[in-house]
Each structure stands twice: as structure tokens, then as C-alpha cells.
């Protein structure tokens, strides 16, 4: 009994002194998607998309979020959603006081939405990089499940991640990353958390890819994003910006 108090206490006090070098600022996201209603098409919620930013203007709803809707493009099946919408806020308070004035006042705008969400997920996200060109009207973005190795943390993970874009940075990628974990409205038991990889141009994805290949692959950084977790199931879409944070 002793040796076991030893035991446990030398793994508390082991758990208690892990440091981490960097400190993650979460934000909270809501990834709608869903299928077109019949005889209408992505250009049919693009125009929607503009309505919604004087809908958001006019109630003066949502200044600090961005709003995004991807494409699928690269996928194991085109046929599964016609659209992705994203909404990004700051914190978890803006967004479901938010939520509450869009459900009491939204209904009859809402009604006009040319698509049928068919899944809408709330997730955590906590930002690695981002691109220093800013958005553009046509850009990138990758996610991909993972699922860390046995004895590593997400906190260490973060670390990992930020050490490799720092890297990344010096050899000239312009490439946005991020962690979303935590999600409400899909099943998590097959992975720990998704990871996105975007850039602002579709060009700036391809640079990045081979930016990778020439300057980053083989790297310590490179390997230690091996070492935490495996990651399956890429799926890449095509990026239009809708709304961006102070906009109005």
C-alpha cells in the first residue's frame, strides 16, 4: 500500500508539472449542411447568403462573426451534401445569445433559405494560424479526423501543431490551421477531434502542398505531428466568404 501512494503521488505530481508552451484561444463554430431543395443550386444560396448579411445588418445580429460556405470538391461522396455553411463567433455567450434572438425573430427569413440543413454541428475550435493574405473570394480548406496516440493529450497536441506552423511559417506556408473538438450534432466515438488546414487561394493550397514536400517533410516538426495522432478521412472544399467580422 505504501509503494502504491508512492506510485500515485509521483504521477500526480508528474501530471501537475507538465508545462505547455503555448496557450490556446478557443472560439465557437456551427457547421450547417444539407442538400439543395429541388430546382435550386449554389447560386441560389450565394444570393440567399447576401440576404442574410442586410437581414444581420438590419437587426443589427452577429457583427463579430464570420460566415463561410464550402463546396465539396475532393470527397469520397459528392453526393452526400450540396453545401457546408460555417459560422464563426468569438465565444460561447455571443453565439447562443445570438441564437436566441435569430430563433424569436428569424422564422419568416428563414423560410426562404433555398436548401434543407440535414446536419448541423457546435463545435470548439482553437485556431493554430492563419493566413496573413486574408480571405479572398475563392479559397481552401481540408479537414480530416484524427485520433491521438495513447498518453497524448490535446493540450499537447495544440503544442505540437503550433511548434510545426512556426516552422512552417519560416519557410515561407501561408496555410490557416485549426483544432475543433467537443462537437454537439455528430458522432465523436471514432476520433478525438478534426483538424482543418486552409488557405486564402486555391493557388496558396497548391504552394503550401509543395512548400511541404521541399522545405518541411522529414523536419523534427514535421515528424512530431506523427508522433501524437493518426488522421483519416480528408475531405477538401472549395471556400466562398460570405461575411467577415465587423463588416458592418
Known amino acids: 500500500m505504501r509503494y502504491l501512494t508512492i506510485f500515485i503521488l509521483c504521477i500526480s505530481t508528474f501530471l501537475l508539472s507538465e508545462e505547455y508552451e503555448f496557450e490556446p484561444v478557443p472560439n465557437k463554430a456551427e457547421y450547417f449542411s444539407g442538400k439543395f431543395n429541388e430546382g435550386k443550386?449554389?447560386?441560389d444560396l450565394e444570393n440567399w447568403?447576401?440576404?442574410f448579411v442586410d437581414w444581420a445588418e438590419e437587426n443589427d445580429w452577429r457583427k463579430s462573426s464570420i460566415t463561410s460556405i464550402f463546396t465539396p470538391?475532393?470527397?469520397d461522396d459528392l453526393s452526400d451534401v450540396d453545401y457546408v455553411?460555417?459560422?464563426i463567433l468569438p465565444n460561447a455567450?455571443?453565439?447562443?445569445s445570438s441564437l436566441g434572438y435569430w430563433l424569436k425573430n428569424s422564422s419568416e427569413f428563414w423560410a426562404t433559405m433555398p436548401a434543407t440543413n440535414t446536419r448541423v454541428v457546435d463545435v470548439w475550435q482553437?485556431?493554430?494560424s492563419a493566413?496573413?493574405?486574408g480571405p479572398t473570394d475563392q479559397g481552401m480548406v481540408r479537414f480530416s479526423r484524427c485520433k491521438l496516440k495513447q498518453g497524448v493529450t490535446l493540450r499537447k497536441a495544440f503544442d505540437v501543431y503550433k511548434r510545426f506552423a512556426i516552422k512552417a511559417r519560416s519557410t515561407?506556408?501561408?496555410m490557416g490551421r485549426k483544432i475543433l473538438f467537443g462537437p454537439s450534432g455528430v458522432d465523436d466515438s471514432n476520433f478525438d477531434y478534426v483538424y482543418s488546414l486552409y488557405a486564402s487561394t486555391m493557388g496558396e493550397f497548391g504552394e503550401s502542398a509543395d512548400n511541404f514536400m521541399k522545405n518541411l517533410a522529414g523536419t523534427p516538426e514535421a515528424d512530431a505531428l506523427s508522433d501524437i495522432s493518426s488522421c483519416s478521412n480528408a475531405r477538401t472544399y472549395v471556400v466562398k466568404n460570405i461575411k467577415q467580422a465587423g463588416q458592418y
Open 172 to 174: 515561407g506556408d501561408n
Open 73 to 75: 470538391f475532393f470527397n
Open 126 to 128: 482553437w485556431p493554430i
Open 49 to 51: 447568403a447576401e440576404e
Open 93 to 96: 455567450t455571443e453565439q447562443y
Open 41 to 43: 443550386t449554389m447560386q
Open 85 to 87: 455553411w460555417l459560422n
Open 131 to 133: 493566413p496573413t493574405s
